[in-house]
């Protein structure tokens, strides 16, 4: 009785601390408060898991103002946490790309995150061959390890999935890019021109950083004058791109 009722109710509580820490940014006890939902041993677990998954992203995008100890420490609770699911006899594909997400976006934490994200990743697609979105995150740990060509082959495979996917397109475009394979990223643009109405200014930088990385200059220049267009008043913009133009 005291499983049912009780500890349910302890362990959700628990999360909704561990919640409220984040905005404070005090990681040690954010990790305290998850430990000690998941220490109930409730079907509340499966959640808080979700939830560390869900943080991990957040902190790429912003990262906590805490020591690096105290940041690779809550990273490591959370990579075992969501091992744990991910290891479960019946287990759901979400949970594999959570954890092959989280091996990605911290690649320089673990010399061995980049095997175990193909690993996890690959053992997804198995499961859910039609999920989209683990051919994304697998395409992308190949880009980080220097191997866009396969990066291309798997987001090729994720835009056959669903073609009429924008965000399909673009990041097929992105990844034709970085691998110099023109023919592929000129379709693939031309096809996400034509599906989205107007280009927003982070898909443009996007596109910018990816011929960057190739010192395609010739290509970067529309791309810098087409931001500024949008955002004619942006100082920081001209700044970034002064030396383009």
Do not use: C, W
């Not at 990743?121 to 866009?148: T, W």
């Not at 034709?176 to 023109?182: C, G, L, P, R, T």
């Not at 996007?206 to 290509?219: G, K, P």
């Amino acid at each position: 009785l005291y499983y049912f009722n009780l500890k349910p109710i302890l362990a959700s509580r628990e999360i909704i601390q561990g919640l409220s820490r984040v905005n404070l940014r005090i990681l040690p006890e954010v990790q305290k408060h998850f430990e000690k939902a998941l220490s109930y041993g409730t079907f509340g677990s499966g959640e808080a898991r979700e939830q560390l998954a869900s943080l991990s992203r957040t902190f790429v995008a912003r990262p906590p103002q805490t020591s690096a100890e105290d940041y690779g420490r809550y990273i490591e609770f959370t990579v075992r946490e969501v091992e744990k699911s991910a290891a479960q006899p019946a287990v759901d594909a979400k949970y594999l790309l959570f954890l092959g997400s989280i091996y990605n976006n911290y690649l320089g934490l673990n010399g061995d995150y980049a095997r175990r994200a193909v690993d996890t990743l690959e053992f997804g697609i198995k499961l859910s061959p039609n999920k989209q979105q683990l051919y994304f995150e697998l395409a992308s740990v190949y880009l980080s390890v220097g191997q866009p060509v396969r990066a291309l082959e798997l987001m090729q495979k994720a835009a056959e999935l669903d073609p009429t996917f924008h965000g399909a397109q673009l990041n097929l475009a992105i990844t034709a890019i970085v691998a110099k394979n023109k023919d592929v990223a000129d379709k693939a643009l031309a096809e996400y021109r034509r599906l989205i109405p107007a280009v927003d200014l982070a898909s443009i930088q996007r596109l910018i950083q990816a011929y960057s990385s190739i010192t395609a200059v010739a290509s970067i220049k529309p791309l810098v004058e087409e931001a500024l267009k949008l955002e004619p008043r942006n100082g920081a913009l001209y700044g970034q791109y002064a030396a383009i133009l």
